[in-house]
C-alpha cells in the first residue's frame, strides 16, 4: 500500500497568520493511464464529517475559499493555509487515489494558539 | 443537493455480522462510485471499500477483504456493506462516500456516519 506521512500532526496557529501540511507519498502518485496526480485533501471539523478542499493536487472545490491552496507533484505536496480562520480548526488529511488500495495521511491537527 | 444517510450500526460481538445501509438522494445514483471508509475512535481515516457505478468493480481493504461485502441496488438508491466475523479492530464510525467523477477514487461528499462498537 502507498503510505501517505503528514507533517506536522499538530499545528498551533495564529488566527491571521498562514499554515503549511506536508504530505509525502511512498510512490509516485501520477497514474500510469491517464499522467494525472491523484492527491486530495480533506479537512474535518470536530463532530463532522470531512469535506473534501482540493482534489488532484491543486484543485479547489466549489465553495472552498481561495485561501485553502495546493501544490505539489511527483510524491510531494503541501496545503498552504493563508489568514487562518477560527472556523479552520480540525484535522486535515491528504489522500491518495492514484494506486490500489486509496490511503489516507495521519491527519494534521490545526488548533488556534 | 447530495445527501447520503448511513443506518444499521450498533453494538455487535465479536465474530457476528453487521449490515450497515446508506440511503442516498439528490443525484443520479446509478452513475456514481460509491465508497465506504472507517474512522476508529479518535483516529484517521482508512478506506474499506469501493463499488463501480454498475456494480462490476468492487475493491476491499485488505484487513476486510473475506469478511466485507460491498453492493448496491440502484433501484433504491441504497449502498450495503455486509460485514461478518466482526473484531473490535473494527469498531468505529463508517462513512459513506461519493466519487465526484474528477479523478480516480476522488471521493467529494461524505454522509455523517453510523457508528460500529465491537465489544462482547
Known amino acids: 500500500d502507498v503510505a501517505m506521512t503528514q507533517s506536522p500532526l499538530s499545528l498551533p496557529v495564529t488566527l491571521g497568520q498562514s499554515a503549511s501540511i506536508s504530505c509525502r507519498s511512498s510512490q509516485s502518485l501520477v497514474h500510469s493511464t491517464d499522467g494525472n496526480t491523484y492527491l486530495n485533501w480533506y479537512h474535518q471539523r470536530p463532530g463532522q464529517s470531512p469535506r473534501r478542499l482540493i482534489y488532484k493536487v491543486s484543485n479547489r472545490d466549489s465553495g472552498v475559499p481561495d485561501r485553502f491552496s495546493g501544490s505539489g507533484s511527483g510524491t510531494d505536496f503541501t496545503l498552504e493555509i493563508s489568514r487562518v480562520e477560527a472556523d479552520d480548526v480540525g484535522t486535515f488529511y491528504c489522500?491518495?487515489?492514484?494506486?490500489?488500495?486509496?490511503?489516507f495521511g495521519q491527519g494534521t491537527e490545526v488548533e488556534i494558539k | 443537493q447530495v445527501q447520503l444517510v448511513e443506518s444499521g450500526g450498533g453494538l455487535v460481538q465479536p465474530g457476528k455480522s453487521l449490515r450497515l445501509s446508506c440511503t442516498a438522494s439528490?443525484?443520479?445514483?446509478?452513475?456514481?462510485?460509491l465508497h465506504w471508509v472507517r474512522q476508529s475512535p479518535g483516529k484517521g481515516l482508512n478506506w474499506v471499500a469501493v463499488i463501480s457505478y454498475n456494480e462490476n468493480e468492487k475493491y476491499y481493504a485488505g484487513s476486510v477483504k473475506g469478511r466485507f461485502v460491498i453492493s448496491r441496488d440502484n433501484s433504491q438508491s441504497t449502498l450495503f456493506l455486509e460485514m461478518s466475523s466482526l473484531t473490535i479492530e473494527d469498531t468505529g464510525v463508517y462513512y459513506c462516500?461519493?466519487?465526484?467523477?474528477?479523478?480516480?477514487?476522488?471521493?467529494?461528499?461524505w454522509g455523517r456516519g453510523t457508528l460500529v462498537t465491537v465489544s462482547s
Open positions: 439528490g443525484f443520479s445514483f446509478r452513475s456514481y462510485g
Open positions: 489522500m491518495q487515489g492514484a494506486r490500489w488500495p486509496p490511503t
Open positions: 462516500a461519493r466519487e465526484e467523477g474528477d479523478g480516480y477514487n476522488s471521493v467529494r461528499y
